[in-house]
């Protein structure tokens, strides 16, 4: 697009949306208009796409997801569209810098962590390959909040996104739909039919909001429709009349409350009533309205699992289940069994985890409850189940009681998916067989067809050619632009593996990515850090199963040795933490407060900070990691083996040349099948090893008494050293006083970890060696493309083909 063209649109932008001129706008408003124009096209191009679409009656995908971690969106939209370059020249006129814009826009964080960010990941993939698709969720008021670091305590803040943020969403009201809560069900015959109805219950609205996401140099634009709580009423006018003003607005508050907020938790579930309600607002309002588009292009519902895959991401969306049964029940008049197959052929889901804290479960009473009408379905679901179940497994009463989907009171959503959904896939080969093997392995045996694998993938066009244009423009120049379409072409660095001249860019473009970070933690924590060192990083959710624990355990092994021994001769190395914990996650904040007692610790000693510098960034988010992952050296996956399902931040820092320092645990494995056992390093005990063990009888304190290095950092953290005490951390360690003493086997491979970062030390000092190792898995990385992943979902579960 031509320059004038584009200032003549957002002059027009500006003098609609604000009454001015282009020239006299303030960055915020150039911003904003900027947005709207590119808007504006992707509009133009999601009209063509549908209506192609549309006229081939191509079956579309609709991805239901609490969470979608969308990040920023206006670098993304204009790099797809290929208009980066013109629109920096265009601003360039008006003395804007589109890297400020950038730098103004909020981040989308509706999402917790790896699954909200892979529901991203995979929207953009899909508009990339040209799959029609809409993803459904809700459009929180206050995303995942803002972290702060007070005296080593995490303190929540927060996240008014939508400020800024709202000029991505385009309102539908007209197309507001009623979702019904608690009240009573009434049943009776009418001319031979059952007849049910809802009454006495309490309606919201749900507002859907668009906002439309684009792929890479595609036609396709799909769009992500947010729905927003409304109350029907606006204020209970009686009560006003009568003067009480708290009662006319409590109604509005009630129903609003729904879409306020996002729940910070990952991997972890508490059984709040309002999460139940979000979760039923947003999955009944997105079935209502796909089933509403489904009749506009097609005569009736029994073709819906051949034009509609519906996609369960987690088992948040679960309710899906129950839902579209009610629809086509109550609302379309079917009976059980045909209604039962529509939901089963439309329906898969995707587990995320295995984490027992994350399974989700409602008490029965509050289900039955709030749901009243989809508690029966529920029931009755159940009831069918064990029959069924009562003929395979006769007499096994335990067996059954464990698959049951209602049992000891409460509701398992797991259960509910597994009964119904035609696809169930895990998210990395050993996840899935995990599955298979160990937690539901009981409805493995009865549909061993159902279950498959998927391996994640990520938005590689984000996390590498948009946040790191350096390496994107060498490997350009080294090995063409097939890798931009397609990233297994990126193997075909693997012809430069010894060559030095490659070699030396890479360190060179590497150096350049640290720098640029080193000015970020310059500015953001007043710390210097040098460029020079190995920059070791971790960066995910605070979790104990992720173990930072015991990478803040080495760093005070290491600072003990250089106590000991201020000559030693190791490579300068920086660790640097960014993560946020859950706000009622006691032990994860303990862990925050630790690592950042060993920065003041480590960063304050003479001795010491010439070799060793901690940094916790704060505030860890999309747009945050799009500056550390260019700048790692080393990339820290580790995890528990058998707990961490699949990961994705260790595809998006292999893709940027760092090395995985990690156990076998989720895709690691997989990352290691493709790099080879020279370019990963692996420590740690196995999944398989961990069981061994925990069958055997773990003990913790056999390990402390038994490594003299190791029991002198956990002798630190309740010696007062680190400036303050960290007695539970210890107690969690060595006692069973929070459940099982280290529960997740940090003693056990502290010793194999400790080793393997000397190793990693030692490797550092040859560069040459070292670049190699990271040519090695940008060259091997396309694999954990997005495209690929979607590409698998869409032959094996959802049936659907890109449009042409
Ligand atoms: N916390 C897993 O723990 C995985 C992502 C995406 C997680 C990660 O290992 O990469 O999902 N699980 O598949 C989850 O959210 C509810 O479970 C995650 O992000």
Not at 206 to 235: C, E, H, Q, T
Not at 656 to 664: D, I, K, M, P, Y
Not at 774 to 781: Q, T
Request: aromatic fraction near 10%; charged fraction near 25%; proline fraction near 3%.
């Amino acid at each position: 697009m031509q320059k004038e063209k584009i200032l003549s649109l957002l002059s027009e932008k500006c003098m609609q949306s604000f009454g001015c001129d282009l020239d006299e706008a303030t960055k915020q408003q150039t911003y904003r208009a900027v947005c709207l124009v590119v808007r504006d096209l992707l509009v133009q191009t999601r009209n063509d796409f549908c209506s192609r679409y549309e006229k081939q009656q191509a079956k579309q995908v609709y991805y239901m997801s609490m969470e979608f971690l969308v990040g920023t969106s206006l670098h993304n939209n204009l790099y797809n569209l290929g208009l980066e370059d013109s629109f920096r020249a265009a601003l360039a006129d008006l003395n804007v810098d589109l890297d400020d814009l950038y730098e103004i826009e909020p981040d989308a964080g509706l999402g917790n962590g790896g699954l909200g960010r892979l529901a991203s990941c995979y929207m953009d993939a899909m508009s990339s390959l040209h799959i029609p698709a809409t993803g459904f969720s809700l459009r929180y008021e206050f995303g995942i909040f803002k972290q702060k670091i007070i005296d080593g305590w995490q303190m929540e803040f927060p996240d008014n996104w939508l400020d800024m943020g709202d000029v991505w969403l385009i309102p539908r009201k007209e197309d507001a739909v009623e979702v019904k809560f608690g009240g009573q069900v009434h049943e009776w015959m009418q001319d031979g039919k059952l007849k049910i109805e809802q009454y006495d219950y309490t309606p919201v609205l749900a507002v859907p909001y668009d906002m439309f996401i684009s792929g890479y140099d595609s036609g396709a634009v799909n769009k992500l429709v947010l729905w927003s709580a409304k109350s029907p009423s606006n204020m209970d006018m009686n009560a006003f009349s009568r003067g009480d003003y708290v009662k006319a607005i409590e109604q509005n508050a009630m129903a609003e409350a729904i879409s306020k907020v996002l729940y910070p938790a990952d991997d972890h579930v508490e059984g709040k009533i309002l999460r139940l309600k979000q979760q039923y607002l947003f999955v009944s309002a997105s079935l209502q309205s796909i089933v509403k588009n489904h009749l506009k292009h097609f005569d009736s519902l029994d073709s819906l699992p051949q034009k509609a895959a519906i996609h369960i991401n987690d088992t948040h969306p679960a309710l899906c289940v129950p839902e579209l049964l009610r629809i086509l029940l109550d609302d379309y008049g079917y009976d059980w069994d045909r209604a039962w197959d529509i939901c089963q052929n439309t329906l898969a889901y995707t587990n995320h985890t295995v984490m027992s804290e994350a399974l989700e479960r409602w008490p029965e009473y509050l289900f039955r409850e709030q749901l009243p009408r989809i508690y029966q379905l529920v029931a009755e679901i159940n009831r069918r189940l064990v029959n069924q179940l009562n003929t395979v497994y006769p007499g096994d009463l335990a067996k059954i009681e464990y698959m049951a989907v209602i049992a000891n009171n409460e509701v398992r959503m797991a259960n509910l998916c597994l009964a119904c959904c035609h696809k169930v896939n895990g998210v990395s080969k050993l996840h899935s067989d995990i599955l298979k093997d160990s937690i539901f392995h009981d409805y493995y045996h009865i549909a061993p067809d159902k279950f498959t694998n998927v391996t994640n993938g990520i938005a590689y066009r984000r996390w590498l050619c948009q946040s790191n244009p350096k390496l994107t423009e060498k490997l350009r120049e080294w090995i063409g632009d097939g890798f931009l379409h397609d990233a297994n072409a990126l193997e075909k660095l693997m012809k430069y593996y010894d060559k030095a001249n490659v070699l030396q860019d890479l360190q060179k473009i590497k150096r350049y990515n640290k720098e640029v970070l080193c000015n970020y933690i310059a500015r953001s924590n007043g710390i210097n850090v040098d460029p020079n060192s190995i920059f070791d990083v971790q960066i995910k959710r605070l979790h104990e199963y992720k173990r930072q624990l015991l990478n803040v355990l080495h760093i005070m092994h290491l600072y003990c040795v250089i106590k000991e021994n201020p000559n030693l001769d190791i490579p300068p190395r920086t660790f640097i933490f960014a993560a946020k914990a859950s706000a009622g996650y006691f032990m994860a904040k303990q862990v925050i407060r630790l690592i950042d007692a060993v920065s003041k610790l480590v960063n304050s000693d003479p001795a010491v900070r010439e070799k060793v510098k901690v940094v916790f960034l704060e505030d860890y988010k999309v747009s945050l990691a799009e500056i550390i992952i260019p700048a790692a050296d080393i990339s820290e996956q580790i995890s528990i083996a058998g707990k961490e399902a699949s990961g994705t931040g260790n595809m998006k820092l292999m893709i940027n040349g760092a090395v995985t320092l990690g156990t076998l645990d989720g895709a690691n494995v997989e990352i290691h099948e493709q790099v080879g056992d020279d370019n990963i390093f692996l420590f740690g005990l196995t999944a398989p090893e961990v069981e061994e063990l925990w069958k055997k009888g773990y003990n913790p304190v056999e390990y402390y008494n038994g490594n003299l290095e190791l029991r002198r950092v956990i002798d630190m953290l309740t010696s007062g050293v680190l400036g303050s005490r960290f007695d539970e951390i210890a107690k969690s360690l060595l006692t069973n006083s929070y459940g099982a003493a280290d529960a997740y086997m940090t003693l056990a491979d502290f010793d194999s970890y400790v080793r393997k970062q000397e190793e990693v030390g030692r490797t550092y000092l040859d560069k040459r060696k070292f670049f190699n190792m990271s040519l090695v898995n940008i060259a091997k990385a396309g694999l954990f493309s997005a495209d690929r992943a979607v590409t698998e979902y869409a032959d094996d579960i959802w049936q659907v083909k890109g449009i042409k």
